[in-house]
Structures are given as structure tokens and as C-alpha cells.
Nanobody, 115 residues
């Protein structure tokens, strides 16, 4: 069973910052595009940031300029630096690893932004 483990969530005031981390098995991590998906209550998961094995990044317009995704292949870890957080960023944040027809999810970490 492939396991991705997220950490770094918590409660923060609007305008604050958090850094999420997601760690996975080395053999999966080094070949996978890694991505972050928040899921707010009553809503579907939505892609907000991704990074390929070559380091190319993509961001949703809602987080562009506020969130930064990065990966450390030596530590099998992908990060999501979240700055200038807004109450609407409140969600469970899931990490996803994608390789060809395979994809794996973590268990999620709660991020709550108070106004």
C-alpha cells in the first residue's frame, strides 16, 4: 500500500502563513508529478498547485502569487508554502502523486484560516 503523509496544517489568522509537507516512498516520488488539492466542506477537491519531476510548476489563479510549491527529491518531500492566507483557503489539503495511469493520495491535513 503506497502511503503519502501530509503534515503542517493548523489554525492561522488571515494574512498568516503555513508550510505543508508531503512525504512518500522514494521509488514513487522520483517519477511522479506531485500536486496539492484542497477540499473545502461540501466542495470537490480542486487542483491548486503542481510540480513535475523536471521542476516545472503550475498554479491556479486563486493562489498565484501567494502559494509556492517545491520538491526536495533527496527527502522525497513536496512542500506547499502558503502566504497571505485567506479564510476561503480553509480546507483539508491533500497531496497527490501522479505517474502515467497511476495516482496516489495522502490522508489530508486540515488548514483553517480565521478572519
Amino acid at each position: 500500500q503506497v502511503q503519502l503523509v501530509e503534515s503542517g496544517g493548523g489554525l492561522v489568522q488571515a494574512g498568516g502563513s503555513l508550510r505543508l509537507a508531503c512525504t512518500g516512498p522514494a521509488n514513487l516520488f522520483r517519477i511522479s508529478t506531485m500536486a496539492w488539492y484542497p477540499q473545502a466542506p461540501g466542495k470537490q477537491r480542486e487542483l491548486v498547485a503542481s510540480v513535475t519531476t523536471e521542476g516545472s510548476t503550475w498554479y491556479a489563479d486563486t493562489v498565484k502569487g501567494r502559494f509556492t510549491i517545491s520538491r526536495d527529491d533527496a527527502k522525497n518531500t513536496v512542500y506547499l508554502q502558503m502566504d497571505n492566507l485567506k479564510p476561503e483557503d480553509t480546507a483539508v489539503y491533500y497531496c497527490r502523486a501522479v505517474f502515467r495511469n497511476y495516482n496516489y493520495w495522502g490522508q489530508g491535513t486540515q488548514v483553517t484560516v480565521s478572519s
